[in-house]
């Protein structure tokens, strides 16, 4: 069955550093789009970065550029997040996310993983 699993999360310093992992099973991961969301208590869930199938392109919420950085492996169906310089307002569940759309009718495919506690805290 289709599984994202994160890992990497935790508790960092203010200016420290984390790398998020989100290994992907039961789907062709080549074929899909990669990104990370992450959600604050309180707060909607937000889109923090996204690869394309090919890892040709990437896109960065605005409160990240610069300090985030995401890359995909494809022989290790694996997507990562390096994250730098971060600030408590980073501090979130950060969830995997697997998307593609596909065939004439457009179907489209979402997977979600579990998601990984990020906290940014002296």
């Known amino acids: 069955q289709v599984q994202l699993v994160e890992s990497g999360g935790g508790l960092v310093q203010p200016g420290g550093s984390l790398r998020l992992s989100c290994a992907a099973s039961?789907?062709?991961?080549?074929?899909?789009?990669m990104s990370w969301y992450r959600q604050a208590p309180g707060k909607e869930r937000e889109l923090v970065a996204g690869?394309?199938?090919?890892?040709?392109?990437?896109n960065y919420a605005d409160s990240v550029k610069g300090r985030f950085t995401i890359s995909r492996d494809n022989a290790k169906n694996t997507v990562y997040l390096q994250m730098n310089s971060l600030k408590p307002e980073d501090t979130a569940v950060y969830y995997c996310?697997?998307?593609?759309?596909?065939?004439?009718?457009?179907?489209?495919?979402?997977?979600w993983g579990q998601g990984t506690q990020v906290t940014v805290s002296s």
């Open positions: 039961g789907f062709t991961f080549r074929n899909f789009a």
């Open positions: 996310n697997a998307y593609m759309r596909w065939g004439p009718m457009g179907n489209e495919y979402d997977y």
């Open positions: 690869i394309s199938s090919t890892g040709v392109s990437t």
